[in-house]
């Protein structure tokens, strides 16, 4: 069974930082390309950050320079690590395969406020 589990989001003020985990279950994460992705409030769902089995990584335009994306093998999590955070940047953010599997986790809420 896939679980996805998000956490670490929060309120944080322009030029903040934050640091998002996501907890993988082994089947999805031992074999897959993993992503963050997020979704603001009445837009689509947007891929911002990739990562291979190893370690090569993709990144939106969007957020290239200021996210960076991680994985622990070890322990089938998935990090990304936000500075310099913009009130655009507001969203839930979820993790996932690429392409994603068809479960989604509750993901993690992030609030930059200007």
């Known amino acids: 069974q896939v679980q996805l589990v998000e956490s670490g989001g929060g309120l944080v003020q322009a030029g903040g930082s934050l640091r998002l985990s996501c907890a993988a279950s082994?089947?999805?994460?031992?074999?897959?390309?993993m992503g963050w992705y997020r979704q603001a409030p009445g837009k689509q769902r947007e891929l911002v950050a990739a990562?291979?089995?190893?370690?090569?990584?993709n990144y939106a335009d969007s957020v290239k320079g200021r996210f960076t994306i991680s994985r622990d093998n070890a322990k089938n999590t998935v990090y990304l690590q936000m500075n310099s955070l913009k009130p655009e940047d507001t969203a839930v953010y979820y993790c996932n395969a690429v392409p994603p599997e068809a479960y989604w986790g509750k993901g993690t809420l992030v609030t930059v406020s200007s």
């Open positions: 082994g089947s999805i994460f031992s074999i897959n390309r």
């Open positions: 990562i291979s089995t190893g370690g090569s990584t």
